[in-house]
């Protein structure tokens, strides 16, 4: 099977912009997380997604939203960017109650 | 909200000797996960403890899980330069929760 993928790979932003990044799911897996990864954080929930519902959230700002279509791909927008928003962007994806696979990740440059 | 600690942050090890990280969590795990992240890589999913005081090995890596199921560990015995990495703990409270990680534990081997 192939892997959970993520694009883009790299970004680069100036405050105020919003970006919009993508995740595709391993095949078969509903369930898909993101994560921040930032280097003073570590690795900070955001959100799951499970068959296009929310199903758990993190304690991040309305500007963090995500959204998963009926195909299990996933999207997360971040709007009205800060230089704190720099970051490896991650997404997870599951089946049913099983681990999870990460993606290589979407690093962010906000200037 | 839930919480997840790990000991030590960081730690420098010779090749060959035995490497033990530590985690704990402010509530009762559902089960617990361990990945690991290379430098510039992405999260990488070891094994998963689903049982109370259960204990598993992966060749010279050892896990347990504690009876209470708040707490866990995992020893390297006799590391190698490839072990280089962060350790990072995981779990959710319940099988439907979030997953929440620990800030990882930073292992540097010298050869």
């Known amino acids: 099977k192939a892997g959970v993928t993520q694009t883009p790979r790299y970004l680069i932003k100036t405050r105020g912009q919003q970006v919009t990044l993508s995740c595709s799911p391993i095949s078969g897996h509903r369930s898909v997380s993101w994560y921040q990864q930032t280097p003073g954080q570590g690795l900070q929930f955001l959100f799951e997604y499970f068959s296009e519902t929310q199903r758990n ?6 500007r963090f939203s995500g959204r998963q279509f009926s195909n299990s791909r996933s999207e997360m927008n971040v709007s009205t960017l800060e230089l704190g928003d720099s970051a490896l962007y991650l997404c997870a994806s599951r089946a049913a109650q099983e681990t999870q ?3 290589p990740g979407t690093r962010l440059l906000v200037l | ?3 997840v600690m790990q000991i030590p942050q960081y730690q420098h090890v010779q090749e060959g000797e035995d490497f033990t990280t530590y985690c704990n969590s402010s509530t009762t795990l559902s089960n617990i996960q361990w990945y690991k ?3 510039g890589g992405h999260p990488v999913f070891l094994i998963q403890l689903v049982k109370s005081g259960e204990v598993k090995k992966q060749k010279r890596l050892t896990f347990q899980f ?5 707490n866990s560990s ?3 015995t006799a590391t190698q330069t490839t072990d280089v990495g962060t350790y990072f703990c995981a ?9 929440i990680f620990g800030p990882g534990t930073s292992l540097s081997v010298i050869p």
Request: aromatic residues 12%.
């Open chain 2, 74 to 76: 995992l020893h390297i």
């Open chain 2, 37 to 39: 992240q290379r430098p």
């Open chain 2, 1 to 3: 909200g839930q919480q």
């Open chain 2, 91 to 99: 779990g959710p409270m319940t099988s439907y929760d979030k997953v």
């Open chain 1, 57 to 62: 959230k993190g304690n991040f700002p309305g």
């Open chain 1, 101 to 103: 696979y990460f993606g």
């Open chain 2, 66 to 70: 504690g009876e209470a199921k708040k």
